[in-house]
């Protein structure tokens, strides 16, 4: 058990660290990119994610969230499971592409794209689901360097064909920018494919295939839901201000998702343990070690609110520095729905579905009543703010399932909200600081004080492993 627990922490921490690598290299890249490109070319090529975030809940079906769960339920069937999950969302993918293809013009108007992006979304979304499935598979299986080499050639290769393809075009840039994400994409997939088919491990299995829905099936509607709640705002701008406001907020919301960079790697390496210890009923451990994951995500998004000014002038120049005002609540948005997760890892572990999607039914047509009432009045900065709201509301709501509902007490749930509570506060008080730099530099300091202090003793410990390894390969020399 021991052993077992050691190979989960070093693939956890291993993923988390490379996701958080991976990710940095296309924000690194971000200044690079608002520069080549127009204001309007970038919000085009953010209108584009946005679609291919929403639409590509409908061709998964969500089946990836049902693989954690599967592991325990089929012992020793994993691969066999994840081969016929990825059938499933190839037949349900092909479907949905046709029917795009046949109507392609009404769609090209309805998505305010034009005809070529709306095939390039197709086959996007046609590719992509393979790679989710394959990495899914190798998380579950604790098998992080495979993971990693996967993120990392999918990360250098989009920036560098995307680099390559937009340089070398004048005019409409957008589309070039959207090959570049498309192509490497395709590439690894149908390497992905072409192996399956050659051992024969795609093969429809009913068993697996009712299962897998009555798991997953539910959790469309959330998925859609928390797109909507998430990329509605873009949409909203797009259409209420325009494509050139849309990039303006999209470099913000980006900057604002460095935060979620490390909450979804934390959160994807937690959950293989998650599940395996839930189902051992270690419920001890879970709720001592969600601890230090909470403050962690709360002390990365108060530096990210702090350094707003700074990163938002480096990533797109000063055409985009008011934007600085629309970081703190995405941040705190972010941390709202980190916080939520761990009620809804509970859920889905109970495999009470259901209720996950009705609690983000409700935030999301929250988000879009929010954004129809205030965008208009206030412009693109009420968007932040919608969001951070049906957020709140979301953690509130997935508490009250968790708790009432489902009568589980796992967390110590005043220590999640006083975490969020402070963090909060502090995040008004730095964003009241960014027209006087040597008071927010005096509350940075003091935060990375209170960081050190917080977590001394993991560091002491991470400290204590290196030099540990050091003396040991020095004494094998």
């Known amino acids: 058990m021991s052993q077992d627990k050691n190979i989960a922490f070093q693939a956890g921490l291993w993923y988390v660290v490379s996701s958080v690598m991976v990710k940095a290299v296309s924000l690194l890249t971000t200044p690079i990119f608002t520069r080549i490109l127009s204001q309007t070319d970038y919000g085009i090529t953010a209108t584009f994610s946005s679609w291919y975030a929403l639409l590509l809940t409908f061709c998964t079906l969500n089946l990836t969230y049902s693989i954690g769960r599967a592991k325990l339920d089929f012992p020793g069937k994993l691969e066999e499971y994840i081969s016929s999950m990825q059938l499933l969302s190839a037949v349900v993918t ?67 064909i995307s680099l390559v393809l937009v340089l070398s075009v004048d005019n409409n840039k957008y589309i070039a920018r959207v090959i570049g994400i498309v192509l490497p994409t395709v590439a690894l997939s149908a390497v992905f494919w072409i192996r399956s ?128 005002w629309c970081v703190p609540p995405i941040v705190l948005g972010i941390i709202c729905q980190y916080i939520y997760t761990h009620y809804v890892n509970i859920e889905m572990h109970l495999k009470k579905t259901k209720y996950v999607s009705r609690g983000t039914i409700f935030a999301a047509l929250l988000n879009i009543g929010l954004n129809a009432i205030f965008i208009p009045l206030f412009g693109y900065i009420a968007a932040a703010y919608t969001t951070f709201a049906s957020y709140t509301a979301l953690l509130f709501i997935h508490f009250f399932i968790t708790r009432r509902i489902l009568k589980v007490r796992l967390y110590q749930d005043s220590f999640l909200f006083l975490s969020l509570g402070v963090t909060t506060v502090v995040s008004g008080m730095l964003m009241f600081s960014y027209t006087m730099p040597l008071l927010r530099y005096l509350l940075i300091g003091i935060g990375f004080i209170l960081f050190l202090f917080v977590f001394r003793n993991h560091l002491f410990q991470f400290f204590k492993k290196i030099k540990s390894r050091e003396g040991n390969h020095g004494t094998h020399s």
């Open 197 to 324: 088919l050659w051992k024969g491990q795609i093969r429809f299995r009913r068993e697996y295939w009712k299962y897998g829905l009555a798991l997953s099936g539910p959790l469309v509607v959330h998925t859609i839901s928390m797109n909507i709640l998430s990329q509605s705002d873009r949409l909203f701008i797009s259409k209420i201000c325009g494509p050139e406001v849309t990039g303006l907020y999209s470099l913000s919301a980006n900057y604002g998702l460095l935060l979620s960079i490390v909450t979804n790697a934390v959160a994807e390496g937690w959950l293989p343990w998650f599940h395996d210890n839930y189902f051992a009923r270690n419920f001890d451990a879970i709720r001592k070690n969600v601890k230090p994951v909470i403050l962690l995500g709360c002390f990365i998004g108060l530096a990210c609110i702090g350094f707003a000014p700074e990163a938002i002038r480096i990533l797109g120049g000063e055409q985009y520095a008011e934007g600085i």
């Open 94 to 160: 092909g479907g949905i592409s046709l029917a795009l293809l046949v109507f392609l013009k009404p769609v090209s108007r309805f998505l305010e794209l034009d005809p070529l992006l709306v095939v390039l979304l197709v086959v996007y979304l046609f590719f992509s689901p393979a790679i989710s499935f394959v990495q899914n598979g190798y998380r579950y299986r604790y098998q992080y360097k495979q993971n990693i080499a996967i993120a990392w050639y999918t990360a250098l290769t989009t920036v560098v």
